[in-house]
């Protein structure tokens, strides 16, 4: 497969390269040259296939000879070897749960396929890497959990300041080893900001072999794609169409969505359903593109302004504004709406849910209401143990902790804070040992 530059496509690169430099010289987003045709030999035999042989099937259309088979084989069931089941809440609406891997979130899937992969890159060359990433809350436990030990590869991860929850924090700054947590005095976007900036300076990229792991990666974005595929497995014949919300804030995983979609999955709509980070709604209600500041929610993980792969998904259109409105209906959702949810949920259903799968929820219930023929799939995106506070304020008590958390939230935080980009800079240009 070849990635080429969103924004200049003669600027070309192979998996491994765009892997391993996370994106192109022109800070272009990679994106497949094509997407693949699976063939009819996997379409036939999908429906019973193991996850980890659809692993493996799919994505191997997208690494091509980069990696040799049977190691590939390894890395795509590795990623995805926790449950990914589509538990029914009514005849109507069903939950697909993304929360059962190692840290508790969706992010999981993307962040170990990309851990493994990059692993391997650099055993092969037998060159160091730094892993830079921005994290709004769950990339970063991912990405750490995922990295924890790999050798020659150092994790630097930008957090913002008072903006995670503590749980999420836990999972960044108590790992020590070759992970690195970096708290900066800022929002999101702020992170994200120098994150790319570092990624353009060439003093930092003489001094470090550089790559992401946010969903900007090919590596991390793409395996995404997979727990679709499981999730389509779960499709009943006598379901009606199927609807998918996916609560947004990079819009990483909508956009993996809709690569799934393109390559045949029998998706009939999705819905981005985000908190008042309302950019994209807003855009394609209004078709005006507003940059705006991201402001602070119960759902953190998408508090984003300018969802990097947007870019993307406009792609996968062929920046055709009516196409995009056609395939996506966008809702935004406050915080006391998404409070509301969660407590319907418990109501209704018995359901605990996080507050991003809130929002998804509220996604699907506001589609259905004039879409009745449609069976509505949420997802949700991380476990409510993750966003403890914001349960117990919509419901008034907490979930409980299991043990291997306990002791996670009695170590110790590290972490070096940081105001600006040049205090990034000075971390990143001391020796990497
Ligand atoms: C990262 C995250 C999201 C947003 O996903 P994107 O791919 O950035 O749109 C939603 N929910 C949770 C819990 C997350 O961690």
Redesign the pocket.
Known sequence: MIYKSLTNPSLTASFKEAATTGIAPDRGLYFPDHLPDLGRDFWASYAHMDKETLGYEVMKHFVGSDIDQQTLAEIASAAIDFDLPVVRLDDRIGVLELFHGPTL???DVGARFMARCLGYFSAQSGEKTTVLVAT????GGAVADGFLGVPGVEVVILYPSGKVSPLQEKQLTALGQNVRAVEVLGTFDDCQDMVKTAFVDQQVRSARKLTSAN?INVARWLPQMLYYFVALQQKKSSDKPWVVS?????????CAGFVAQKLGLDIAHFIAATNSNKTVPDYLTTGVWTDRKSVATR?N??D?AH?S?WTRIEALHANNFDALTTQISSYSYTDEQTLAAMQQLYQAYDYIA?P?GAIGYLGIQQYLANHPDHFGVFLE??HPIKFTEVVSEALGFSPELPEGLQQLMQAEKKSTVIRNYAELKELLMEKHE
Request: proline share 7%; charged share 10%.
């Open positions: 979130a969706f992010k709004s809350g769950d990339t969903s996916v609560p947004s804030g990079n819009f990483g995983n909508l759902s993980a998408m984003v969802p792969n996080d991003h995106t991380a």
